[in-house]
C-alpha cells in the first residue's frame, strides 16, 4: 500500500459544512494527488503536489482547495460541501524516476455523503 | 481531449475460465499504459505497466497486450479464480513532465467470477 492512510475512512455531512480530508505517506514522495471516483467516470484529478507549500488544480478543482505544509501530509478541503461532492475520493503518491518505472500508488479512499 | 474507453463495462464468467478485455486510446504523445485491478472498497492496485515499445506484459495469470499503432490494449486473464472479481482500469500517461504524471483513467471492465 506504500505507506499511505486516509482519513476519515467514511463521513457524512451536511451541505455547506467544511469538510477536510487527510492523506498520510510515510515513505517522504514528492509527488501527491487527490482524485474522486464516481459511477460512470474513471478516476478524476481534483488537485495534486510536488512539494511543500507547491500545488496545481487538476481537471475537477472547482469546489476543493488543497494544502501541503509537511511532505507527509496532503489535505483537500470542501469549503462548503454540495451534494455533488458526494464520492470517493483517492489519495495517490508517485513513485519511480523515469517514465517505465514511474507509478501511482493508492490509498485506501475516504467515501464521503453530503445530505 | 485525451480519452481511454473499455469494454465490456461489466463481464461475468465461470470460475476456470479465460476472459479478454479491452481499452482503446486516443492519449498522445503516449508514454505508458497501465492495467489496475480495483476490489470492491479498496484503491487501484497496479498489475502491468507497459512502455509505447512493448507489446506484451505478463503478471502471473495476467496479461497485457499493446499495439500502439491502432492505440488498443487488452488484459488478457487466464484461468479465473473468485478473487478476480473486481474492476479492471485501463490508464494511460502521457509523457512523463516536470509539474506530475497526469494520468487518464478508463472507466473500467466490472468483472465477476462465478462458481
Known amino acids: 500500500d506504500a505507506g499511505i492512510t486516509q482519513s476519515p475512512r467514511h463521513k457524512v455531512t451536511e451541505t455547506g459544512t467544511p469538510v477536510t480530508l487527510r492523506c498520510h505517506q510515510t515513505?517522504?514522495?514528492?509527488?501527491m494527488y487527490w482524485y474522486r471516483q464516481d459511477p460512470g467516470h474513471g478516476l478524476r484529478l481534483i488537485h495534486y503536489?510536488?512539494?511543500?507549500?507547491?500545488?496545481d488544480k487538476g481537471e475537477v478543482s472547482d469546489g476543493y482547495s488543497v494544502s501541503r505544509s509537511k511532505t507527509e501530509d496532503f489535505l483537500l478541503t470542501l469549503e462548503s460541501a454540495t451534494s455533488s461532492q458526494t464520492s470517493v475520493y483517492f489519495c495517490?503518491?508517485?513513485?519511480?524516476?523515469?517514465?517505465?518505472?514511474?507509478?501511482?500508488?493508492f490509498g485506501p479512499g475516504t467515501r464521503l455523503t453530503v445530505t | 481531449k485525451n480519452q481511454v474507453e473499455q469494454s465490456p463495462q461489466s463481464l461475468i464468467i465461470l470460475e476456470g475460465k479465460n476472459c479478454t478485455l479491452q481499452?482503446?486510446?486516443?492519449?498522445?504523445?503516449?508514454?505508458?499504459l497501465r492495467w489496475y485491478k480495483q476490489d470492491t472498497g479498496r484503491g487501484p492496485v497496479s498489475l502491468t505497466i507497459?512502455?509505447?515499445?512493448?507489446n506484451t506484459k505478463s503478471n502471473g495469470r495476467y496479461t497485457a497486450t499493446l499495439d500502439a499503432d491502432t492505440k488498443q490494449s487488452s488484459l488478457h486473464i487466464t484461468a479465473s479464480q473468485l478473487s478476480d472479481s473486481a474492476s479492471y482500469i485501463c490508464?494511460?500517461?502521457?509523457?512523463?513532465?516536470?509539474?506530475?504524471?497526469?494520468?487518464?483513467f478508463g472507466t473500467g471492465t466490472q468483472l465477476k467470477v462465478e462458481l
Open positions: 503536489s510536488y512539494g511543500v507549500k507547491d500545488t
Open positions: 495517490a503518491i508517485g513513485r519511480g524516476q523515469s517514465q517505465t518505472t514511474y507509478e501511482q500508488y
Open positions: 515513505e517522504n514522495h514528492r509527488y
Open positions: 507497459m512502455t509505447f515499445s512493448e
Open positions: 481499452c482503446n486510446y486516443t492519449v498522445s504523445p503516449f508514454s505508458n
Open positions: 490508464v494511460v500517461s502521457p509523457i512523463l513532465t516536470g509539474g506530475g504524471n497526469k494520468l487518464t
